[in-house]
C-alpha cells in the first residue's frame, strides 16, 4: 500500500505540473526558452510535447497501469528537471521560472537549491518506486492509498498557497513598493536638506 501511495503522490505531483502547461502552451515554450538548455527546434518539441508526457505519467502512476515504466518515466522526468535547474543555478542564472507548476504566478520568477532538491527527491522517489516492481493492491487499498497520496499532494499545495500570501515575521508590504518607497524617501531627503 505504501507503494501505490508514493505513486500517487508522484502521478499527482506530475498531473499539478502538467495541467496548467496544457492551457498556456506559449508561456511554457517562454520558460522552456529561458533556461537556455536545448537548440530552438528542440525548445519547442519540449514545449508541446512535456505536458502531455506529465499528465500522461501521472494518471498511469495514479491508475497503477504499465508496470514499473511510468516510475521509470517519472525519475527521467525529474531527473531531467534536476538537471536543468542545477545547470543554471551553477551558471548563476536564478532570476528564471522554475516552470514546475503554474508558472508566472509568482511577482519575481527565481530558483533556487531548493527547486533543484526538490526536483532530485522526486526522482530518486520515482527510482525507488520503478525499482519496486509491479505493486499489487486490492481495489479497496488501491482507492484508500490514492486517496490518501492525492490529499498529501494537496496539503502541501494548500501549504505552499498560504505561505505565498501569509509571511510571519514580514510587515505585509509588497517587495517592489518598499524598494519604491525607500527611493522616495531618499529623494526627499535630499530635497529637503540638500541644495
Known sequence: MVWVVLASILGGTLLLAGFPKLRDRDGLLTVVQGYRLLPAGAERGVAT??????VAVGIALILGIGGPWPAAAAALLFA??????????????????????????????????????????????????????????????????VVGGLLAVLAVVAVAQIRSVVHVGRRPVDDYLTAASIRLRATSTVSRYGS
Open 80 to 145: 531531467a528537471f534536476t538537471a536543468g535547474l542545477t545547470v543554471n543555478l551553477v551558471r548563476g542564472r536564478r532570476d528564471l521560472d522554475c516552470g514546475c507548476f503554474a508558472f508566472g504566478a509568482h511577482e519575481v520568477p527565481r530558483i533556487g537549491w531548493f527547486h533543484a532538491g526538490r526536483a532530485a527527491s522526486f526522482a530518486a522517489a520515482a527510482l525507488v518506486l520503478a525499482s519496486a516492481g509491479t505493486v499489487e493492491a486490492t481495489a479497496p487499498e488501491r482507492v484508500a492509498a
Open 49 to 54: 510535447a512535456l505536458p502531455f508526457v506529465e
